[in-house]
C-alpha cells in the first residue's frame, strides 16, 4: 500500500504545463527510476559499509563513467565502506583492496542480478534487475540506489502491492496506477533517488518477488498510464474501502500553503460502492453506517469493518504520548503538550466529516481542556491501539460510562485501511475476480473523467530531426492520436507500427486546440510501436504535446 508523500501535486501541474523537449526525458524502454534499497527492517536507507553479491560477474566504476575498479567474479563479493569520505573497496575471495576512492561508485552486472549480502525480502536473498549505485550523502554515509527500468521496477511492485490472487485485470489497473506513481514528479527528501522501496513510496522487493501473473499484467499495460486532461494523473489508491471513497481534499492538504483541507482533484472524487448509501457526513447517516455489514466491493477485506477500544486510562496514557509525537504536524491544536496537563478524558467529539463519513476533525474534551485534531493520518496516529495506528479514520465513537455518568471505555468501530482516496485494491480485486469486470471498466470506476492513454510527449520545433519513439501494449484494437496544437503547426509526421503517416493539422476539434485522429486501424492487439517526429519548417520556440489514448471514461 502507497504512503503518500503530499507537497508534489503543484510541482506535478508546473511541470506538465508546456516545457521544451530538452526538458523532459524520451519515454519508452529507455526510461529509468532511482530506487533507494533499505536494510531488512526497511528504517534504515544509508549505510557506513555494505558487501555487494551478484549472480554473475559484476564490475565497480567510478561514478557514472567507464573507468573500471574492480572486477568481481561470482563466487565473490564486494565490500565497499565509507571512511572520513573516500570510499575502500575489497574483493571478498579475491585479493584486490583499493583504498582512497573519492567518487561515487557504480556496479553493473553482465548478467544476472545484484544484491546486497543478507539483505532479504519475503524471507529470500534480495536481489535486483538493473545496475547499483553508491552515492555519498550528506550525513557521511551513502545510499545505496538501484537504477531500474521502469517496466521492469513495476515487475516487482505489483506483486507486494497486490495479491496475485486478485486476478489479472486488478493486477492490470495496480500496474498502471503504479507507473502513474513511479512517474510523478515529487518534492524529494532527498536529490539523489526518485523513491524509496517500502510504503514510504511503493513496495519494491526485488526480482525474487516476482510472479508470473503480475509480471504480465505490467506487460500487458506497458506504456499506459492514467491522464486528466492532457496530464498524468495523481493516481492514489489504498488497501480497503468502508464502501465510500473519499474527495482528495478531505484526506489531504493543500500542497502550497499545507492549510486543510486541500484543494480539490477534479479526478479524485469520493464514490459509493452503492448509489443508495449517499453522503456519510452526517453523524447518525455514518454512525448507522459504520455499525452495520453490508455486501459492498470490500466485503471480503477483514478490514472492511473493524473495532477498537480503550479503557479511559489505557486511552489518555496513550494520548499524553500520541499527541505529543503529531505536535510536528501542525493539525493538533489546544494542547499544551505537557501530558500532566492532559486531564480525564470526558468524551470525543466529531466536528467535521468526508463525503465517506471519514473524520476530518475532531475535538477530545478532558477536565483540563479542549483538543482539536485535524486531518484523517493524524487522527489515525493519535488514536493508537496496541502501538498501530487505526486503520482509517472512517468511523464512528462510542461512549460507556459508569453509574456516575464517567467516562469508562471508548469503542471505535469502522470501515476500511487506508486514506480512502483514489482506488481500493481489494474493490478492484472484487470488481475482478467475482464482477469480470476488466482494467479499465476498474479505473474509470475509481477515477472520474480520465483517460487511459499513453505519457503525453512533447516536442519542440527547435530540434527538428529529433524523434520519440513509444511501445505501448492493447487488448482491443481501439486507438486514437490527441494532439494539443496550441501554437498551430500545420503538419506532423507520425510512424505507427512501420506506417508512416502525414497529419494535416488545420482543423481542431471546435473551440479548440485539440485534434483527435483515430488510428485504430493502424494498431493490433498486443505491442505497438509509435514514433512522434518534431516539426520542420519555420515553427521556432513552438512545441506540440501528443498521446495515444485507448480509454476514456464518460
Known sequence: MVKV?????????????????????DYHQQQFVRVAISDNQFKEFAYDEIEIIG??????????????????????SAKIKLTNGNFTITVVGGNKCLKNVRENISIKCSSGFLGVKNLHRHSKQALYRG?????????????????????????????????????????????????????????????????????????????????????????????????????PILALYFSTSCGH????????????????????????KGKPDNPKIGDLRDEDTARKFFKSHPKLLDGESKYFRWQKEWNAQELKKILKTSLVEQKASGFVDGFSFNPKDLGDIQRIDVKRRGVSGQIMELVIVTTAQKISVK?????????????????????????LVDQNGKLTKIVAHGGGFGHAVGMSQY?????????????DQILKWYYHNISIATIPVILSADNPHHVVTQGFYITKKVAALVIDNKFNIPALQVTINGKRLNLNLANPLPNSSTHRIDIAQYVKSGKNTISFHAPSGAHGGKSIKLYVEISKSE
Open 245 to 268: 471513497t473519499e474527495n482528495y481534499e478531505n484526506a489531504f492538504v493543500d500542497p502550497k500553503t499545507n492549510a486543510f483541507p486541500g484543494s480539490p482533484l477534479p479526478y479524485l
Open 375 to 399: 486531518k484523517e493520518l493524524v487522527i489515525r496516529r493519535v488514536f493508537k491501539k496496541d502501538g498501530t495506528a487505526l486503520p482509517s479514520a472512517n468511523c464512528v465513537f462510542e461512549h
Open 55 to 76: 549472480t554473475g560477474e559484476f564490475s565497480l566504476f567510478k561514478g557514472n563513467t567507464s573507468v573500471p575498479l574492480a572486477r568481481v567474479a561470482r563466487n565473490q
Open 5 to 25: 508523500r503530499i507537497g508534489f501535486v503543484a510541482l506535478w501541474e508546473i511541470i506538465c504545463l508546456w516545457l521544451p523537449l530538452n526538458c523532459r526525458a
Open 131 to 231: 545496475s547499483f549505485e553508491i552515492t555519498k550523502a550528506k550525513n557521511g554515509q551513502f545510499f545505496l540506489i538501484n537504477v531500474v527500468a521502469l517496466e521492469d521496477y513495476l515487475k516487482s511492485v505489483v506483486p507486494n502491492e497486490m495479491p496475485t490472487k486478485f486476478g489479472i485485470e486488478a493486477l492490470k489497473a495496480q500496474a498502471i496506477v503504479a507507473r502513474n506513481y513511479a512517474i510523478t514528479p515529487r518534492i524529494k527528501e532527498f536529490k539523489e533517488f526518485d523513491l524509496y522501496d517500502s510504503i514510504a513510496s511503493q513496495v519494491y522487493f526485488g526480482t525474487n518477488t516476482e510472479h508470473p501473473i503480475s509480471n504480465q499484467a505490467v506487460k500487458e499495460t506497458e506504456g499506459i498510464v492514467l491522464l486528466h486532461g492532457l496530464n
Open 427 to 439: 474493490g478492484a480485486g472484487f470488481m475482478a475476480t467475482r464482477l469480470n469486470r476488466s482494467f
